[in-house]
């Protein structure tokens, strides 16, 4: 998915740089920089903010209650999320595209708490979208996160992943 920034956006920036704390390693304060991003937000805000805030935010979670919370925030935030208004940010951003990645991230919340029947209908919400998905990095990252979790799954483990279904 080749992505060109097309409006500079001083909330996506500050996620960013958030995020990429946390990736270093400073998970707390990535996860208060965030919570206080979240604040300013507010729960009615800029539906690419709360999306992408509350999918980054769930990987900083000590809990996995806590982290599925904020996954259902970003699900939430995605269904008010428009193409046009995640193509100001990023030209080739669509809706569908994320989708994916946000049912994954609840199959895995639910598997792990082991609800493994909302972690099905969450798998096959993802399933359903996985064909949309563009032949690239971000593509591949997540048809192979999709493989993880529905073995995880089939095998009933409630083991935390390696890594993040969403690759966060």
Do not use: K
Not at 43 to 62: F, K, V
Not at 71 to 80: F, G, I, N, P, S
């Amino acid at each position: 998915m080749e992505q060109t920034r097309t409006t500079p956006d001083e909330t996506m920036a500050s996620i960013v740089t958030a995020v990429e704390l946390g990736r270093s390693g400073q998970r707390v304060q990535a996860r208060e920089a965030l919570t206080a991003l979240w604040e300013q937000i507010s729960a009615t805000g800029d539906a690419l903010h709360r999306c992408t805030l509350a999918h980054h935010l769930a990987d900083l979670q000590d809990t996995t209650q806590a982290e599925l919370e904020w996954d259902e925030r970003a699900l939430v935030a995605a269904d008010d999320l428009t193409d046009e208004r995640a193509q100001r940010y990023e030209s080739a951003w669509q809706v569908r595209l994320l989708l994916p990645s946000l049912h994954l991230n609840l199959a895995d919340d639910h598997r792990r708490l082991g609800d493994p029947a909302r972690a099905r209908e969450h798998l096959a919400q993802a399933r359903s979208l996985v064909p949309h998905l563009p032949d690239d990095q971000y593509g591949g990252m997540i048809r192979s996160s999709f493989q993880h979790v529905s073995e995880a799954l089939a095998t009933g483990s409630t083991q935390r992943l390696d890594s993040p279904p969403s690759g966060g």
